[in-house]
T-cell receptor, first 112, second 113 residues
Framework: GNSVTQMEGPVTLSEEAFLTINCTYTATGYPSLFWYVQYPGEGLQLLLKATKADDKGSNKGFEATYRKETTSFHLEKGSVQVSDSAVYFCALSLNRDDKIIFGKGTRLHILP | DAGVTQSPTHLIKTRGQQVTLRCSPKSGHDTVSWYQQALGQGPQFIFQYYEEEERQRGNFPDRFSGHQFPNYSSELNVNALLLGDSALYLC????????????FGPGTRLLVL
C-alpha cells in the first residue's frame, strides 16, 4: 500500500545547526509530496510541496527535493532557529483532491 | 479572509456518548476532509465530502459519519464513543478547481473518559 516513513525523533539541535529530516515513501503511481509543520497546540500548516520528480519545494529556508529514484523527500535547513521547534510531518497524495497520507511525525527541539 | 475554522476547540465526553464536531472551510473552498490525529501519531484520513456527499472514506467504522451543508461547512459525528476515540480531530478544506493543497484548521481535541 501507499505509505510514508520518516525518521523518528525527537531531534535536538543547537541554534544555527544544519537540519536534515529523512523521509521515504511507497506509492503506486506518481504522488505529490508534502512537508507539514505543527507548532505546539496548533493545527497543521503546509511548509512546502513538490508535485513531480526532481522538483524542489522551498519555504522559510526549508528545502526538499523529490527524488523518484530513491523514493525520498528529505527536509533540510541550513541554519535552524529556536522558532523552528515543532513537529514535522512528511506526507503524500496520489491525486488532486485525494486523501493525504502522513508519516508519524518528527519532533524537533532547537536549543538556544 | 478567515481560514479553516473548527468548533469546539476542546470537548470532554464519556464512553458511549455521541459527539458532533463542526468545520467551516476556507473561503472559496468546496471540499472538506476530516482526519484523526492520535497523540504522538500522524493524522489518519477519516472521510472527504464534496457536493454534500461522501466522496472518499478511510478505514474507520460506521460509528464515524459526516455531513456537508450547502454552504460547504461540514460536521463529523461519532457515535458510541470509545476511549480510543480520544484524539485531535482535524478538518481540512480544498478547492476542486484550485489545486490539491489542503488547508487545515486548528482542530478539536476530544477526550473520552
Amino acid at each position: 500500500g501507499n505509505s510514508v516513513t520518516q525518521m523518528e525523533g525527537p531531534v535536538t539541535l543547537s541554534e544555527e545547526a544544519f537540519l536534515t529530516i529523512n523521509c521515504t515513501y511507497t506509492a503506486t503511481g506518481y504522488p505529490s509530496l508534502f512537508w507539514y509543520v505543527q507548532y505546539p497546540g496548533e493545527g497543521l500548516q503546509l511548509l512546502l510541496k513538490a508535485t513531480k520528480a526532481d522538483d524542489k519545494g522551498s519555504n522559510k529556508g526549508f528545502e526538499a527535493t523529490y527524488r523518484k529514484e530513491t523514493t525520498s523527500f528529505h527536509l533540510e535547513k541550513g541554519s535552524v532557529q529556536v522558532s523552528d521547534s515543532a513537529v514535522y510531518f512528511c506526507a503524500l497524495s496520489l491525486n488532486r483532491d485525494d486523501k493525504i497520507i502522513f508519516g508519524k511525525g518528527t519532533r524537533l527541539h532547537i536549543l538556544p | 479572509d478567515a481560514g479553516v475554522t473548527q468548533s469546539p476547540t476542546h470537548l470532554i465526553k464519556t464512553r458511549g456518548q455521541q459527539v458532533t464536531l463542526r468545520c467551516s472551510p476556507k473561503s472559496g473552498h468546496d471540499t472538506v476532509s476530516w482526519y484523526q490525529q492520535a497523540l504522538g501519531q500522524g493524522p489518519q484520513f477519516i472521510f472527504q465530502y464534496y457536493e454534500e456527499e461522501e466522496r472518499q472514506r478511510g478505514n474507520f467504522p460506521d460509528r464515524f459519519s459526516g455531513h456537508q451543508f450547502p454552504n460547504y461547512s461540514s460536521e463529523l459525528n461519532v457515535n458510541a464513543l470509545l476511549l480510543g476515540d480520544s484524539a485531535l480531530y482535524l478538518c481540512a478544506s480544498s478547492s476542486t478547481y484550485g489545486g490539491e493543497t489542503q488547508y487545515f484548521g486548528p482542530g478539536t481535541r476530544l477526550l473520552v473518559l
